[in-house]
Nanobody
Framework: HVQLVESGGGLVQPGGSLRLSCAVS?????MAWFRQAPGKEREGVAA????????YYADSVKGRFTISQDNTKTTLYLQMNSLKPEDTAMYSC??????????????????WGQGTQVTVS
């Protein structure tokens, strides 16, 4: 049974950087970061297909965020640079266990972490 535990959130000034981590306790096919701001729907931020390392990003974060995993595939990262106030949200990692091409769809994922708050102000 895969479990996900996020860390690394916090308060940062606009233009600053944060790195989120997600500890993964088992095998996965796709790993992703989602975020949800108050009053808004949850949105997919970035995903990595763990076999080949192919990555995808939401247009709003391209060029600023980088998703990666360590060599053992037990930790997922989200490096966030040039942060903006509109990046403020609860960030959650998610795991999928079979191939789907709609990485941005919540329904693709079967396990979620508890979330970590990122505030840019």
């Amino acid at each position: 049974h895969v479990q996900l535990v996020e860390s690394g959130g916090g308060l940062v000034q606009p233009g600053g950087s944060l790195r989120l981590s997600c500890a993964v306790s088992g095998w996965t096919y796709i790993m992703a970061w989602f975020r949800q701001a108050p009053g808004k729907e949850r949105e997919g931020v970035a995903a990595i297909y763990t076999r080949g390392g192919i990555t995808y990003y939401a247009d709003s974060v391209k060029g600023r965020f980088t998703i990666s995993q360590d060599n053992t595939k037990t930790t997922l990262y989200l490096q966030m640079n040039s942060l903006k106030p509109e990046d403020t949200a609860m960030y959650s990692c998610a795991a999928a266990f079979r191939y789907r091409d709609d990485w941005y769809n919540e329904a693709t994922y079967g396990v979620w972490g508890q979330g970590t708050q990122v505030t840019v102000s």
